[in-house]
């Protein structure tokens, strides 16, 4: 998510859309030039399409039917409950499924399904719906909550990183609860399940945590300030997006390598997801989703 942490302010600088946007986002077309993956020796992305049309794109989520769900702020004011966010969904291909699967949210972030349930952070809240159908399953308040980012799910849980307290939150659809906080986690950003381990991206330090449990966690790597989202590489290590134009490799044990730079462009790399080999990215600006293909041994 593309956020500035002010002692305990969020601030973020939304550039507007009309909606009629959006019905452009049927028609995957090429990308403006991204900058030259650079030579790691063993991992690089191939981009497969970039569809166009969408509000402020955030977050992305599995559907289903092995589409892609894709959050809208849209235009206004994320902080204020207007209504304009949605959700929309993509074929695999790319292609348009549906503009607004889901509207009438007021600025959705973070996505995840869980038995057949797909949970939009929104706002002061996580709101539900039918992951088939898009019906509304009510919404789960946050007390406290400051600014709902990312989402996962991690051993059956639904969790929620709040980025303007460092506290992760755990969602039923009874309620809400603390599941784990750090001061240390400035910034706190992406979250991503990964078997026993809880992943944590941060923006200040851009550091890469493995979370065993609520209390024992482990450095895996640093320095991708503005992390956002994380995605896991088939056969081992990492990918994680840095929102102002980012997509770092990191290796097992740890090493950085930046594999896509698109500052220079103006296209920023918002909630990283990993789908197989595929990576789905949305680009808060230009209002456009990215999709890559991981390559290499």
Request: charged residues 20%; glycine residues 14%.
């Amino acid at each position: 998510m593309r956020v500035r942490l002010v002692p305990v302010l969020v601030v973020m600088a939304l550039a507007g859309c009309g909606s009629p946007a959006a019905e452009k986002a049927a028609e995957p077309e090429p990308a403006a030039e991204a900058a030259e993956p650079a030579d790691t020796g063993e991992r690089s992305l191939e981009m497969i399409w970039m569809a166009s049309g969408f509000e402020q794109p955030e977050g992305a989520a599995l559907a289903p039917d092995g589409g892609y769900f894709i959050s809208n702020i849209g235009a206004g004011d994320p902080a204020e409950p207007d209504g304009n966010g949605y959700i929309s969904k993509l074929n695999t291909d790319g292609s348009l499924a549906a503009a607004k699967f889901v509207e009438g949210l007021n600025a959705p972030i973070g996505l995840a399904v869980h038995e057949g349930v797909l949970y939009a952070a929104d706002g002061d809240g996580v709101a539900m719906f039918d992951a088939a159908t898009g019906a509304a399953k009510g919404k789960v308040a946050v007390p406290g909550a400051m600014f709902l980012n990312d989402m996962t799910v991690w051993k059956g849980d639904v969790l929620v990183a709040d980025s303007g307290t460092a506290t992760i939150h755990k969602i039923t659809p009874d309620g809400a609860s603390v599941f784990a906080a750090n001061a240390g986690w400035d910034g706190l950003n992406g979250i991503l399940g990964d078997g026993d381990r809880l992943l944590i991206a941060t923006m200040t330090e851009g550091k890469l945590i493995g979370l065993d449990s609520a209390s024992t966690e482990t450095l895996i790597a640093a320095g991708m300030k503005d992390a956002d989202g994380i995605g896991l590489i088939p056969g081992g290590g990492y990918l994680v997006s840095s929102w102002p134009g980012e997509i770092h490799h990191v290796s097992p044990d740890g090493v950085v390598s930046l594999l896509i730079d698109t500052k220079a462009d103006g296209i920023l790399q918002n909630d990283l997801s990993v789908f197989g080999d595929v990576v789905i990215v949305p680009n808060w600006e230009p209002g456009t989703v990215t999709a890559w293909k991981i390559t290499g041994p």
